[in-house]
C-alpha cells in the first residue's frame, strides 16, 4: 500500500504559476504510475495529466495541454505537477493518484487517463485562480 500528501495548492492570479508535489511513502514509488485529477466546485472529478512508472510516457488532459507538465522523481517518491499560464477555470481541488499493477494495454490505451485504473488516492490540495 501506498500514502499520497499532496502539496503546493494555493492563490494565483490569472497567468501565474503553481508547482503541486505529491509525496508517496509505503512502498517503492517506481512500482506506480502516477496521476493527478481535479475537481471543480459542483462538477466531478476529471483527469489532468498521468506519467508511467519510469517516467517515458506522459498524458495529458486536452484542458491543460501545453500549460501543465507533470513530473517525476522515483529517488525523491515524488510526482510533480508544474501549472503555467492558469486561468480561473483551473480553480479545483487537485489530487494525486497512484496505482500498482496493471495490465499495460489497459494503461496505455487509454486506461491512464480514467480514475477507475487508480487504487490510491491523496487527500487533495486546493488551487485557487483569480481573475
Known amino acids: 500500500q501506498v500514502q499520497l500528501v499532496e502539496s503546493g495548492g494555493g492563490l494565483a492570479q490569472a497567468g501565474g504559476s503553481l508547482r503541486l508535489s505529491c509525496a508517496a511513502s509505503?512502498?517503492?514509488?517506481?512500482?506506480?504510475?502516477m496521476a493527478w485529477f481535479r475537481q471543480a466546485p459542483g462538477k466531478e472529478r476529471e483527469f489532468a495529466a498521468a506519467i508511467s512508472w519510469g517516467g517515458a510516457s506522459t498524458y495529458y488532459a486536452d484542458s491543460v495541454k501545453g500549460r501543465f507538465t507533470i513530473s517525476r522523481d522515483n529517488a525523491k517518491n515524488t510526482v510533480y505537477l508544474q501549472m503555467n499560464s492558469l486561468n480561473p477555470e483551473d480553480t479545483a481541488v487537485y489530487y494525486c493518484?497512484?496505482?500498482?499493477?496493471?495490465?499495460?494495454?489497459?494503461?496505455?490505451?487509454?486506461?491512464?487517463?480514467?480514475?477507475?485504473?487508480?487504487?490510491?488516492w491523496g487527500q487533495g490540495t486546493q488551487v485557487t485562480v483569480s481573475s
Open positions: 509505503g512502498r517503492t514509488f517506481s512500482d506506480y504510475a
Open positions: 493518484a497512484a496505482v500498482g499493477a496493471v495490465a499495460p494495454g489497459r494503461y496505455y490505451s487509454g486506461g491512464a487517463r480514467v480514475s477507475e485504473t487508480y487504487d490510491y
